[in-house]
């Protein structure tokens, strides 16, 4: 029995084929990078599920929703506490807030999770706005390429933050926003490669982080320098599902 890819239209074997187990789309193999051991696993239900990029698209927004109410958790214990000691009118007040505050942190997070920010790139000395853009783009450009990275498209740099022209060394992040999340993963995967290049070591790229993801990320550092200090070895920040955690290395 032959059934068609939803990707490329075609028909192949069941055996070729895997379902979605969200939303029960059917894919070739080939078209999802797929091999025959694992296709073979999945329709054996031995245990091993398979998601469409769209469907795990939905399942990574919805551990973002769940990161920002980790992160959250311990202001709501605080809260409560202070909402047992105030009249009902003013306790409804604070869940309304609080709950608000989840929205816009969640809402905050879909606006950025396209942007890129890189850090250490000095600015031009009496140059205009418009050439400032355009050695940035240029400069952008040139990063990418040594990363080994393709076409991204027209990429628009945004320097942050307010110009001071009294500084000697301006060095304001530059803004980038990229056609997709998985064009961020791949320039931060290969970012790493900077740090032992010579033209690009003091430049760093990190994700478009919000206010409550800096002082997240701050508090697991501060953790981790503390942990280094008292004589633990070996140990990193790694993310998982969006969550900074200290981890030990690999190496």
Same mark, same amino acid.
């Given at each position: 029995m032959s059934t068609s890819c939803t990707c490329c239209g075609r028909n192949a074997d069941s055996c070729k084929i895997v379902n979605c187990c969200v939303c029960g789309k059917s894919y070739k193999i080939e078209c999802v990078d797929l091999t025959n051991a694992e296709a073979r696993k999945i329709h054996q239900k031995s245990g091993?599920?398979?998601?469409?990029?769209?469907?795990?698209? @939905?399942?990574?927004?919805i551990n973002s929703l769940k990161a920002v109410i980790v992160a959250l958790q311990e202001e709501i214990? !605080? *809260? &409560?506490l202070s909402v047992s000691t105030v009249p009902p009118s003013t306790a409804t007040s604070a869940s309304l807030l609080q709950t608000e505050k989840v929205i816009?942190? !969640?809402?905050? $997070?879909?606006k950025r999770k396209c942007n890129i920010i890189i850090y250490g790139r000095s600015e031009l000395i009496n140059k205009n706005k418009t050439e400032q853009s355009e050695a940035d783009t240029v400069f952008v450009k040139d990063v990418l390429t040594? *990363?080994? @990275? %393709?076409? *991204? %498209? =027209?990429? #628009?740099p945004i320097r942050l933050g307010k110009y =001071?022209? +009294?500084k000697q060394d301006r060095r304001r992040p530059i803004k980038i926003t990229l056609s997709s999340e998985e064009d961020v993963v791949s320039v931060l $995967?290969?970012?790493?490669?900077?740090? +032992?290049?010579?033209?690009?070591?003091n430049i760093f790229i990190s994700r478009d982080r919000t206010k409550m993801q800096n002082e997240l990320y701050k508090s697991v550092r501060n953790e981790l320098h503390e942990r280094l200090s008292n004589g633990e070895q070996n140990?990193? @920040? #790694?993310? &998982?599902? %969006?969550i900074p955690n200290i981890v030990h290395s690999e190496n």
């Open positions: 091993l599920s398979w998601s469409c990029k769209n469907c795990a698209k @939905i399942g990574s927004d214990k !605080v *809260l &409560k816009q942190e !969640v809402s905050e $997070r879909s040594a *990363l080994k @990275i %393709g076409d *991204l %498209g =027209d990429l #628009k =001071d022209p +009294t $995967r290969a970012s790493k490669s900077l740090k +032992t290049t010579d033209p690009w070591k140990l990193i @920040i #790694k993310y &998982k599902d %969006g």
